[in-house]
């Protein structure tokens, strides 16, 4: 029975929990209503943040929790990046669903612990129809294994440990690495982000175990190359075990030869992992191209919900070919828990057991919430419409006589500024326009008109837009040409003041 008497300090009477709740929703729907109109950010300093937030300790005291709520909101709405915004397309970050966001509220509010079965009934039966529709989605079949986590780099360790434990000739778990029979190598091009030099270096195999595949002309992985260094490397006595092919890179949206990928680590018994985080949702599209629908060959796939399905961060997801794989490389059973097999018999799953996690959190449910409101054809359109948009900038800057159009892979294009009075050439040429853009990329970002990042192509830095944003329109792409020009521009003048 519940104390009268107590009154703990972080509870909310249901009444004042109703208030501040409807009230904090209003402002999530003004701030929606009105994002597009807004800057995308402030631009503001670490030191300016730092002074909003105040430097003094945490009081003894507490506050009252209405005041608090609206001043965090007002706070984080004026300070924030939002990534929401039409003219976000920087880095690779979806635009968030509405309905994922109040998801997260839902899954925060119920708390379900989707480590283990006993633990999260409805959350983790959820869970595992998310990974079977997301695998379905993409092309994967769908009796695969898989298992929500953070992000991408999550998704992509947590098949790389199951790739070592399955292929490593020895009980890796076991006995760790010190086996002394050969060194294990990973395969991936040039253009393979970063995660695998984490992956390499946090799990034991050191960053000389990454060997780094030349790309061809579209920086796609040249799998001539990749097969003669699988067989020099065997030769050598050293132990190669998995082959990473990228399906949409994160700087251009290159995708790797897929089927021939799986081609080799067939004939030279490898596991073939592919880095999906961005690109492998575009595989839904009927007019996807074979390299990218070959993913479907893969012993592994890492997708990222909270990049091209919208989900809000952080949603991650590994699928797995033969699911015995993940309860190979994770599981373990300490005595302290006591989770026994289901009334009718079933072996429920317990999702400790599956990846790196113990405690784990209700992801899956924006991104079941996101699948179940668009559906697949939903999901089709807005995918399709942000690779035609982002078609329709990489033309517009290719038209522009001071742009460089660079690349056009999926939903990333690249170009950059070019002065039109520009008299250098060769390596002095080449400089002059790297620092150009570097600055231009920083002033833009400030600005906040709209967010760019970048991308280095073949030692030329250039702007990169990355589309994985349903809110954006061809009038906000349209103008990017003009107001990359325009900054260009002022920030030529500001040097030749200087
Ligand atoms: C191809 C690729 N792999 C992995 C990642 C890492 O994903 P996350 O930032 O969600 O960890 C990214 C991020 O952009 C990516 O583009």
Same mark, same amino acid.
């Given at each position: 029975? &519940? ?80 990534? =929401? ?7 690779? &970050? ?16 119920? @708390? ?50 199951? *790739? ?11 006995? =760790? ?42 920086? %796609?992985? @040249? &799998? ?34 897929? =089927? ?27 007019? *996807? ?31 797995? %070919?033969?699911?015995? /794989? ?6 373990? /059973? ?35 919430? =996101? ?28 038209? /522009? ?27 002095? %040429?080449?400089?002059?326009? @790297? ?22 192509? @073949? ?27 325009? &900054? ?11």
């Amino acid at each position: 029975m &519940t104390d009268p008497t107590r009154h703990a300090p972080l509870d909310l009477p249901p009444d004042e929990f109703r208030k501040l709740g409807h009230d904090l929703v209003e402002r999530i729907a003004a701030h929606l209503e009105t994002l597009a109109e807004r800057p995308l950010t402030a631009g503001d300093p670490p030191s300016a943040i730092r002074e909003l937030l105040g430097n003094s300790a945490l009081s003894s005291g507490g506050s009252d929790p209405a005041k608090l709520l609206d001043e965090t909101a007002r706070l984080l709405f004026e300070h924030s990046l939002s990534n =929401g915004h039409p003219k976000f397309w920087g880095y690779i &970050t979806g635009s968030p669903a509405p309905l994922g966001m109040l998801g997260d509220l839902l899954a925060s509010a119920v @708390n379900p612990n989707v480590g283990a079965y006993v633990l999260s009934p409805v959350a983790t039966e959820l869970e595992k129809q998310t990974v079977r529709w997301i695998a379905d989605f993409i092309g994967f079949p769908a009796a695969c294994g898989g298992i929500m986590v953070s992000g991408g780099n999550m998704a992509n360790m947590v098949a790389f440990l199951a *790739a070592r434990k399955a292929k490593a000739p020895w009980d890796i778990r076991k006995q =760790g690495l010190r086996n002394g029979t050969g060194q294990l190598l990973a395969y991936a091009s040039r253009e393979t982000h970063t995660w695998i030099q984490k992956a390499a270096d946090l799990f034991g195999l050191g960053l000389d175990a990454v060997r780094w595949i030349e790309t061809d002309d579209r920086l %796609r992985m @040249n &799998t001539a190359a990749l097969e003669r260094a699988i067989v020099a490397d065997r030769a050598a006595g050293h132990l190669p075990f998995i082959v990473v092919g990228t399906a949409g890179s994160v700087s251009t949206g290159a995708i790797d030869p897929l =089927g021939e990928v799986a081609a080799i680590c067939k004939r030279h018994d490898l596991w073939f992992h592919v880095d999906g985080a961005y690109g492998a949702p575009a595989a839904v599209l009927p007019e *996807a191209s074979p390299d990218l629908k070959a993913l479907s060959l893969a012993d592994s796939v890492a997708v990222d919900p909270h990049k091209w399905l919208y989900a809000p961060l952080e949603a991650g997801c590994t699928l797995v %070919r033969n699911s015995a /794989h993940l309860a190979d490389a994770f599981s373990f /059973h300490p005595a302290y828990y006591h989770f026994s097999d289901s009334d009718d018999g079933e072996k429920p799953t317990n999702f400790h057991e599956l990846g790196l996690q113990n405690s784990r959190g209700f992801r899956a449910l924006k991104v079941w919430l =996101g699948l179940r409101q668009a559906g697949r054809d939903g999901y089709i359109q807005m995918i399709r419409d942000d690779i035609a948009l982002t078609e329709a900038m990489y033309r517009a800057a290719e038209a /522009h006589p001071e742009l460089e159009a660079f690349t056009l892979g999926l939903s990333i294009a690249t170009f950059r500024y070019v002065p039109a009075d520009l008299t250098l050439t060769g390596p002095e %040429r080449e400089q002059y326009l @790297n620092d150009l853009n570097s600055a231009l990329v920083t002033r833009l970002q400030a600005d906040g008109e709209f967010f760019v990042s970048n991308a280095v192509i @073949n030692g030329s830095y250039v702007l990169r837009a990355c589309i994985v944003n349903f809110r954006t329109s061809l009038a906000d792409v349209e103008a990017v040409p003009e107001m990359v020009v325009r &900054t260009g521009r002022s920030l030529m003048e500001e040097i030749a003041v200087r």
